[in-house]
């Protein structure tokens, strides 16, 4: 049953849509905190670096994109299961209603 599941065009077009999201989606934010952790590591303590540089009064960009790692991690969360509640998990409701109804038969 599950290798005739795997082969369905609905599956495929599940796993393709899920991937074409997540992956990238995932890959942004990861990226980004890295971005982050890379530049806070290579900020020297005492040398001028981009980190230390004043944005806003005594506001540094350190700080600024230290900060900035919350709400991307909010809205990030946000879009995620916004676009899996409209597009992804109706896509496997339906799948799943589809194998219990042949399994049931």
């Known amino acids: 049953m599950y290798q005739k599941v795997q082969a369905s065009e609905k599956f495929q077009r599940l796993r393709t849509a899920f991937r074409g999201f997540a992956f990238p989606t995932v890959a942004a934010v990861v990226v980004w905190y890295l971005l982050y952790v890379i530049?806070?590591?290579?900020?020297?303590?005492?040398?001028?670096?981009?980190?230390?540089?004043?944005?806003?009064?005594?506001?540094?960009?350190?700080?600024?994109?230290?900060?900035?790692?919350?709400?991307?991690?909010?809205?990030?969360?946000?879009?995620?299961?916004?676009?899996?509640?409209?597009?992804?998990?109706?896509?496997?409701?339906?799948?799943?209603?589809?194998i219990e109804g042949e399994v049931a038969a």
């Open 39 to 98: 530049l806070s590591v290579v900020a020297e303590p005492g040398k001028p670096s981009i980190m230390g540089t004043k944005v806003l009064g005594n506001i540094t960009m350190g700080m600024l994109i230290g900060l900035l790692q919350f709400p991307t991690t909010w809205i990030a969360t946000w879009y995620y299961t916004r676009r899996m509640a409209t597009k992804i998990d109706p896509m496997a409701t339906e799948l799943r209603e589809q």
